[in-house]
């Protein structure tokens, strides 16, 4: 069998990248729980966005979090109603609304990323940093290369 028709689950890089991320998804989804935070994965990646980058426009946010816009929309909705985001108007365009982290977000954030850098590290044992910064840089090539 050639190379092109040969395919095997443990050498697919999609298939890696995704079972490492439901892997990381499911035990960060149990730690919040067990540490009585209640956000999803899910919600904590919209959050990381406005952590990185306060004020990111709705729809920005959709495109970096590679979320639909009526996905981003009842994410942004439900944050908000718990008080972790504020969506405001845009000065330059009332249609659009700017997503930012309050205070109680922040505070949030603060303890939902000690808890995932702690399953990370957790992951990372037993790799050597050059190993992993190569394991990003092909990761990100790969995501480069399909958007």
């Known amino acids: 069998m050639d ?14 990248a995704s079972r490492f991320s439901r892997i990381v998804l499911r035990r960060f989804t149990a730690v919040l729980q067990q540490n009585g935070m209640t956000i999803t994965s899910e919600q904590y990646s919209l959050l990381v966005q406005l952590w990185d980058c306060n004020g990111l426009p709705q729809g920005a946010l959709a495109e970096k979090t590679a979320k639909d816009k009526t996905t981003m929309a009842r ?6 109603e718990r008080g972790l985001i504020a969506r405001l108007p845009s000065p330059s365009d009332a249609r659009e609304r700017l997503l930012y982290l309050t205070d109680r977000g922040k505070e949030l954030m603060d303890q939902a990323t000690a808890l995932a850098r702690g399953i990370l590290e ?5 790799i ?13 090539r790969a995501c480069r290369n399909l958007q």
């Open 3 to 16: 190379t092109l028709t040969e395919y095997r689950l443990d050498k697919s890089l999609g298939h890696l």
């Open 122 to 126: 957790e992951a990372q044992q037993g």
């Open 75 to 80: 994410l942004a909705a439900g944050l908000e």
């Open 128 to 140: 050597d940093a050059k190993e992993l910064e190569i394991c990003r840089d092909v990761l990100r």
